[in-house]
Nanobody, 129 residues
Framework: QLQLVESGGGLVQPGGSLRLSCVVS????????LGWFRQAPGKEREGLSA????????NYAESVQGRFAMSRDNGQNTVYLQMNDLNPDDTAVYYC??????????????????????WGQGTQVTVSS
């Protein structure tokens, strides 16, 4: 059973940066496509980015394109989300999610919660002055 643990959230001023990390255990990391999502109070969970199991392909939501960058380290079983130029609208709980494939794959899942089967517990990001 996959376990995902996010870290790196916190309070940051507008215009600042944060890097989130998600360590994955309990499965074959190299066979997992991964995604980052967020959920603000009273809003639906929003897909931000996804990366193929090889790391060769990524996809981003328009709301974060050019500001956020997703990467993975298959040797450390870790996926990252570098977030730059943060603004108050980025305040939310951030989640990483995993979708297994049968092997290495270049497929990038769509940014929909239903396309991912395993989730972390989330980490809070607050952007405020």
């Amino acid at each position: 059973q996959l376990q995902l643990v996010e870290s790196g959230g916190g309070l940051v001023q507008p215009g600042g940066s944060l890097r989130l990390s998600c360590v994955v255990s309990g499965g074959t990391f190299n066979y997992l496509a991964l995604g980052w999502f967020r959920q603000a109070p009273g809003k639906e969970r929003e897909g931000l980015s996804a990366i193929s199991s090889t790391g060769g392909h990524t996809n981003y939501a328009e709301s974060v394109q050019g500001r956020f960058a997703m990467s993975r380290d298959n040797g450390q079983n870790t996926v990252y989300l570098q977030m730059n130029d943060l603004n108050p609208d980025d305040t939310a709980v951030y989640y990483c999610a995993a979708r297994p494939f049968g092997g290495l794959s270049e497929i990038v899942p769509r940014l929909r919660p239903a396309d991912f089967g395993s989730w972390g517990q989330g980490t809070q990001v607050t952007v405020s002055s």
